[in-house]
Nanobody
């Protein structure tokens, strides 16, 4: 199983970025996918989750309305479109493969068994 996150970069507040997570080594369309982030000196936190079919989208309150998660099962890729970026969005962003399709505990990192290496997003004011 491999997850390769990409698309990070350094942007100004208000800008947009789209992160991608390319998956391989498993049947991508059978699994939920999640995005988490970790800012310097902080715990890893949940950002968003999408079910195997593209439904079941959930967002952290801090990004709801600005970020959009999606997936293309034909391309084995998950995405995180990030708009109206803020300095507090600065973090390393990780994609992860989830083990359940339940609507419960989708934000618990323990539910996710494989993680990508992360891509750095830096937002300056």
């Amino acid at each position: 199983v491999q997850l390769q996150a990409s698309g990070g970069g350094q942007v100004q507040a208000g800008d947009s970025l789209r992160l991608s997570c390319a998956a391989s080594g498993f049947t991508f369309s059978n699994y939920e996918m999640g995005w988490f982030r970790q800012a310097p000196g902080k715990e890893r936190e949940f950002v968003s989750r999408i079910g195997w079919s593209g439904g079941g989208k959930y967002y952290a309150a801090s990004v709801k309305g600005r970020f959009t998660i999606s997936r293309d099962n034909a391309k084995n890729t998950a995405y995180l479109q990030m708009n109206s970026l803020k300095p507090e969005d600065t973090a390393i962003y990780f994609c992860a493969r989830g083990q359940s399709d339940s609507a419960n505990y989708y934000n618990d990192p323990r539910r996710y068994d494989y993680w990508g290496q992360g891509t750095l997003v830096t937002v300056s004011s």
